[in-house]
């Protein structure tokens, strides 16, 4: 049975342990709530404080690489020099295409020193979609790493931007100290960044906390990506918020990231934590479940970063008799599924469960600030739990044009309302900001932020994440956007409709993604393997369909509008006749027609995707 209420007995109980970190906690609340926009503090100024309080000790941890802090700050300074030799000046972007390695966060913080804001492009992205995003922010630079070439060098040439030499190439090794050769149409930034002197940049026109400091990337909830710009103040909100309120960070503390930086997870609340302590990031390219326990073991990690499928792929491993053989204590993230909760605390022996909710755009953020099991935790900030239309992220509103809010404990659409204090930074495209925005939802005039998410309370201000809903669900630990996967299908010229949406599979998190489609009607039989070829070609691997429905029609209602909730309930079945249903296998390159046999050992989790 889990936990599915918090009681002020709950509250009560964990009172001592909130007391012992209180000094923690208001020191953390002061950054947390900080106000003026004026006030230097930027991450710039977070990175130079650590250099100085803790210089010698590690900042970075990757491979058999450690960087201290004030190896780091150093580093830091000198792209910080570059970007002002090259004419970058406080309000420009540039792109960054780097997977986790110690450049990525050295380009970041460099840049934030100037007051260049850094677009975190994803690096599963390529073709169309990496085009769009980055022409999305217009950056004046882009920084690809030597393991993203060639994905840039299929877009290259249709980046807009102004710069005369605008393509930054950094060697897939250590060039803090080794620069490597930089490929044509490529200027080496090491060796250039090299040249500069690591004292700390003087800009005449400095950034301030309200600056835009990273831009990330989110499907949002229609159409291609979008780029949600987040200023300095998030870092301060996750140094305070989860940094000292939540972890308690120590200089001594390592938190072990193998998710990936260009997102907020890892890039503000993991790094942003560690910035609070004085303590060390410890990198991996990419999580390996395999890998996992001898990483801790290795960089003797206190703390991790996680998203809930993480920890079942984690769960899924044979038991070991080292499951409990490390100094993991507390780990950070979000998506821990209250059915593994408890036992993924009891078998690794984690003691602090800091699950969050937030969104990269977003103005609304809850942390489990108890350390109880099985919620978010809760938030200052102010929300409303509402009534919604099944299967949309659309509100439901009263003959008078109001939202009603839901009875406790009856899941509802999340908003979060937008004020002077919590303020909605939303995307550099105003069209896609406004669709976030819901206006006269209690009284004329006021505006909230609509987060397509669909959570419960489950007592003392407590809430549990219960789904994703409308035209993005979660797969893989990313959020798919429905219209962008139609998109890319439509343009394959092998269907007349495709309609995509989410279904969920026995023992995962989140929802597959699902593709139900009308073949052209050209003679031709419909090659099911040309469309994943083309599809692997146009999407990252997380956004490609897991379930392909083939029919010759696509039920819809009389105002041409699809019945996506029935479409979405029938899921993988396969008792629909004049339908194929195929199924993209773990370990294939293609396709494979499900069988009832295939079924069933999808539905009882033999077949682990």
Known sequence: MTQDNVSPRDIARRLPGILRRFPAIAKGYYYYSVKNENKDLTLGTLVDRNAEKYGHRPAILFEDRSISWQEFNGWANRIAGFLKTESLTRGDTIAVFLENRPELLAVVAGAAKVGVACAMLNT??????????????????????????????????????????????????????????APEGYV?????????????????????????????????????PKAAPG??????????????????????????????????????????????????????????????????????????GYVGELCRY???????????????????????????????????????????????????GFSNFFNLDNTVGFSTAPYKLVKFHDGTRDPVRDENGFMQEVEKGEPGLLIGEITKKWSFEGYTQKDATEKSILRNA?????QWFNTGDVLKEIGCGHLQFVDRMGDTFRW??????????????????????????????????GKAGMVTLVPHANGQEFDVNRLFRYLNENLPPYAIPVFVRVTGAIEKTGTFKYRKVDIQKAGYSIDKPGEEV???????DGYTRLTPELVGQIDSGDVRF
């Open 124 to 181: 599963s992205q390529k073709g169309r979609v990496l085009e769009h995003s980055i022409n999305l922010v217009s950056p004046k630079m882009v920084v690809v790493g030597e393991e993203l070439v060639e994905a840039f060098d299929g877009v290259k040439a249709d980046i807009r931007t102004s710069h005369p030499n605008p393509f930054l190439f950094l060697a897939d090794t250590n060039t803090m100290n080794i620069f490597g050769d």
């Open 188 to 224: 080496n930034m090491a060796a250039k960044v090299g040249a500069h002197r690591s004292t700390a940049p003087k800009p005449a026109d400095p950034p301030t906390m309200g600056d835009t400091a990273i831009y990330l990337f989110t499907s949002g909830t229609t159409g291609l």
């Open 231 to 304: 200023s300095h103040r998030k870092f301060m909100k996750a140094y305070g918020g989860f940094g000292m309120m939540s972890l308690d960070m120590k200089p001594d503390d390592v938190l072990y990231c193998t998710l990936p930086l260009y997102h907020g997870t890892a890039l503000l609340v993991c790094w942003g934590s560690v910035m609070a302590g004085g303590s060390a990031i410890a990198l991996r390219r990419k999580f390996s479940a395999s890998a996992f326990w001898d990483d801790v073991r290795y960089f003797q990690a206190t703390t991790f």
């Open 314 to 364: 984690l769960l899924n491993q044979p038991p070991s008799e080292q499951d409990r053989n490390h100094n993991l204590n507390k780990m950070i993230g979000n998506g821990l599924r209250p059915s593994i909760w408890k036992e993924f605390k009891d078998r690794f022996g984690i003691d602090t469960v800091a699950e969050l909710y937030a969104s990269s755009e977003g103005n609304i």
């Open 442 to 446: 209690f009284k004329k005039g006021d």
């Open 476 to 509: 893989k630990g990313e959020n798919v956007s429905t219209t962008e996967v139609e998109n890319i299908i439509d343009g394959s010229n092998m269907v007349e409709e495709a309609i995509v949406y989410g279904v969920e599979i026995p023992g995962t998190n």
């Open 582 to 588: 195929y199924a993209w296998l773990p370990g294939s």
